[in-house]
């Protein structure tokens, strides 16, 4: 019941969230609150500094700095409330689900296997431990992103200001976002290489933790490169991008044929958004594959 519900109401996430994107920044443009500012064109008033001057008048994006507040800092505010507040929602359903599963395991075993109970409990214990660990990670990583741009706003606001360390910090931090969430996640793989082999280096594991995550990608490319090949022998005045995506979005008899290049792309797309759409609507309880 919870699936089917979270399944209507997830189209909504999406429309709000792109919604608030394109009106916002549609009406930045219409109102034209877009300004150049230091290394980049942003909403902010123009000339530069004029919103804080009584002697200078703005020109363009009086009231840039509002909007911007409006649809930058409270989405951000609320994201960083959500986040955290889902994290710990995950960690206690998980908490909660091992709690019921290991009194549910104790009734059940006999007297002689406490021991492996135990161990068992020890496990999945571990498991909720590991969630919480990566949760605060991931919590910390994007509080750690974006506080220095929370408190120079902050400071702005209260003192029209913007001190410069701040202004530093928050834009080296920002850009990291990315990097740090790379780190966390390959982070419980790095410490499941140290543990099987506590002789391998840290670097040597990183390595190891980051090709085995892209051998998927790696095997991918490696399987459709004949068939862009075909494309290209076939058709040499076709561009590596069509053939790529030829080659992805084409069955294997148009991907050998000497006419593939010649393939309507917005035909592929259709017949495979038809067969996607044929499958959403299948009902939940039919596993038979669709051949697609």
Same mark, same amino acid.
């Given at each position: 019941m919870k699936e089917n519900a979270m399944h209507k109401i997830e189209p909504w996430f999406h429309i709000v969230a792109s919604g608030i994107s394109f009106g916002g920044a549609t009406?930045?443009?219409?109102?034209?609150?877009?300004?150049?500012?230091?290394?980049?064109?942003?909403?902010?008033?123009?000339?530069?500094?004029?919103?804080?001057?009584? @002697?200078v008048q703005c020109t363009r994006g009086a009231n840039a700095y509002l909007l911007s507040q409006l649809l930058a800092g409270v989405p951000l505010y609320l994201s960083l409330v959500?986040?955290?507040?889902?994290? =710990?929602?995950?960690?206690?359903?998980?908490?909660?689900?091992?709690?019921?599963?290991?009194?549910?395991?104790? *009734?059940?075993?006999?007297?002689?296997?406490?021991? *492996?109970?135990? *161990?068992? *409990?020890?496990?999945?214990?571990?498991?909720? +431990? +590991?969630?919480a660990e990566q949760g605060v990670l991931y919590v910390g990583a994007l509080f750690?992103?974006?506080?220095?741009?929370?408190?120079?706003?902050?400071?702005?606001?209260?003192?029209?200001?913007?001190?410069?360390?701040?202004?530093?910090?928050?834009?080296?931090?920002?850009?990291?976002?990315g990097l740090f969430n790379f780190i966390i996640y390959i982070r419980p793989y790095v410490n499941n290489i140290k543990t099987s082999d506590p002789d391998c280096t840290y670097l040597h594991a990183i390595i190891l933790a980051i090709f085995s995550k892209l051998q998927g990608l790696f095997n991918f490319i490696i399987y459709i490169r004949p068939?862009?090949?075909?494309?290209?022998?076939? @058709?040499? @005045?076709?561009?590596?991008?069509?053939? =790529?995506?030829?080659?992805i979005f084409s069955k294997p008899d148009e991907r050998s044929s000497d006419q593939s290049s010649k393939v309507r792309l917005s035909d592929i797309f259709k017949r495979r958004t038809g067969l996607i759409r044929q499958a959403f609507k299948r009902n939940l309880d039919d596993k038979r594959p669709l051949d697609v």
């Open positions: 009406a930045a443009l219409v109102l034209k609150l877009y300004n150049f500012q230091g290394n980049k064109c942003t909403m902010t008033p123009y000339p530069p500094g004029c919103a804080e001057s009584e @002697d959500g986040v955290a507040a889902c994290m =710990i929602h995950v960690y206690w359903t998980l908490r909660s689900r091992e709690l019921a599963a290991g009194q549910y395991s104790f *009734r059940r075993q006999l007297r002689g296997n406490q021991s *492996r109970t135990e *161990r068992e *409990r020890r496990a999945k214990h571990s498991l909720s +431990k +590991k969630m750690l992103t974006y506080i220095w741009t929370i408190i120079l706003h902050a400071v702005k606001a209260a003192t029209g200001e913007m001190p410069f360390p701040l202004l530093l910090l928050s834009q080296i931090f920002v850009p990291l976002q068939y862009v090949n075909t494309i290209k022998t076939s @058709d040499p @005045d076709c561009t590596n991008l069509h053939a =790529i995506t030829l080659a």
